[in-house]
C-alpha cells in the first residue's frame, strides 16, 4: 500500500488506487458559433452613388454643358458603376459560401436598380457623344 500522502504518480488510498486530481474541473466543449453570411452593402452603395453622379454629368450635357460631361458621365455610369458591382458580387459569393447566408430583398433590389440606372446613364451618355461626334 502507498504512503496516506503520496506525491505524483502514487495512489490516493480510499480511492481504489486511482490517481485524483484535487484541483480538476470539469470542462465541457465550447461550440463555436456558426459565421453568417450577410450581403455586402459597401460595394453596392458606393455603385450607386458613381451610377448618379454619372447620371447627373449625363444631365448636365443635357441642360447645355461640355459634351466631356458627356464622357465623363458615361465613364462614370458604365465602366466604374459596373466595376463596384461586379466587386459587390464577389464579396457576396464569398458571403453566400458561409454555412448561413441571410439575404435581403433590399439589397436585391438595389443591385437591379444600379444596375438599370447604370444601362440608362450608358445609353443617354453613348447617345450624346454620338450627337456630338456626327456634329464635327
Not at 465550447?30 to 453570411?37: F, W
Not at 453622379?53 to 462614370?76: K, N
Not at 465602366?79 to 439575404?103: C, I, N
Not at 433590389?109 to 444596375?115: A, C, K, L, N, S
Amino acid at each position: 500500500m502507498a504512503a496516506p500522502f503520496a506525491g505524483p504518480g502514487g495512489s490516493t488510498p480510499g480511492f481504489g488506487g486511482a490517481h485524483a486530481d484535487a484541483f480538476a474541473v470539469e470542462q465541457r466543449p465550447v461550440a463555436a458559433p456558426i459565421s453568417q453570411g450577410r450581403p455586402p452593402r459597401a460595394w453596392l452603395i458606393g455603385g450607386g452613388v458613381v451610377v448618379l453622379l454619372g447620371l447627373t454629368a449625363v444631365a448636365l450635357t443635357l441642360s447645355g454643358g461640355s459634351t466631356m460631361f458627356a464622357f465623363i458621365g458615361w465613364l462614370l455610369a458604365g465602366p466604374a458603376a459596373f466595376y463596384l458591382l461586379a466587386q459587390h458580387t464577389v464579396a457576396d459569393m464569398q458571403q453566400r459560401a458561409r454555412p448561413v447566408y441571410a439575404g435581403s430583398k433590399a439589397v436585391q433590389g438595389m443591385y437591379w436598380t444600379v444596375v438599370v440606372l447604370g444601362f440608362a446613364g450608358i445609353a443617354l451618355g453613348a447617345w450624346l457623344i454620338a450627337e456630338w461626334a456626327g456634329r464635327l
